[in-house]
């Protein structure tokens, strides 16, 4: 089955400055790739995602790449705020076919300090 | 509006005990899920329903049993609780049928579980 890694397991980061989270994934197969974040006490939510046809995303101070050949995947944070805080998950998923099953790395807790 | 929702949202009971949570999406979906968030914040699946089948059941104790009445809703009855069992279980569903968005899930509230 497939297995991620996300690494850090927490990050601390001065307002303003920028944060990346990586991931690898194992399963070749893998072509969906979300990103959740948790703000304490909060459900996930999805905030970013990206496709194995893709090799960047972006959207306003988020963005996403991908290494499909290296299997690793990154999220980027710029210009972080006190409201970036919380907890990050990638996620993969074989993304076609009926049923997907989605695993989650283990986490990065982001504190941003103002 | 409440999109994907659970009951209780908290939950203390006494060891051996058995419990029940519910949840019920309102999105039209037909995928519903169950995970588990241990204190580290380990997000785990449990089980999976698609149009009320049971498409993934992880290495979860037979104490957990899911049954999803329609494709709506999907709940979890546990039996014998154990201090173990203790966490978040988060009840998430997704459109898995066609569509682009097809694998985002959308998660409930969760039910803080304390079991003492």
């Known amino acids: 089955g497939e297995n991620v890694e996300q690494h850090p397991s927490t990050l601390s980061v001065q307002e303003g400055d920028s944060a990346v989270i990586k991931c690898t994934y194992s399963?070749?197969?893998?072509?969906?790739f979300p990103w959740y974040k948790q703000e304490l006490g909060k459900r996930p939510q999805l905030i970013i995602d990206?496709?194995?046809?893709?090799g960047e995303k972006k959207d306003q101070r988020i963005a996403v790449t991908l290494n499909k050949t290296a299997k690793h995947f990154s999220l980027h944070i710029t210009e972080t705020q006190p409201e970036d805080s919380a907890v990050y998950f990638c996620?993969?998923?074989?993304?076609?076919?009926?049923?997907?099953?989605?695993?989650f790395g283990t986490g990065t807790k982001l504190q941003v300090i103002p | 509006d409440t999109a994907v929702s659970q009951t209780p949202k908290y939950l203390v009971t006494q060891m051996g005990n058995d419990k029940s949570i519910k949840c019920e999406q309102n999105?039209?979906?037909?995928?519903m899920y169950w995970y588990k968030q241990d204190s580290k914040k380990f997000l785990k699946i449990m089980f999976s329903?698609?149009?009320?089948?049971?498409?993934i059941n992880e290495t979860v104790p037979n104490r957990f049993s899911p049954k999803s009445p329609d494709k709506a809703h999907l709940n979890l009855h546990i039996n014998s609780l154990e201090l173990g069992d203790s966490a978040v279980y988060f009840c998430?569903?997704?459109?898995?049928?066609?569509?682009?968005?097809?694998?985002?899930?959308?998660f409930g509230p969760g039910t803080r579980l304390l079991v003492l």
């Open positions: 998430a569903s997704s459109h898995g049928s066609s569509g682009r968005a097809r694998e985002t899930q959308y």
């Open positions: 329903y698609n149009n009320k089948e049971l498409i």
């Open positions: 399963d070749s197969a893998s072509n969906y």
């Open positions: 996620a993969a998923s074989p993304g076609s076919g009926g049923y997907q099953k989605v695993t």
């Open positions: 990206i496709r194995s046809n893709v």
């Open positions: 999105l039209g979906h037909d995928t």
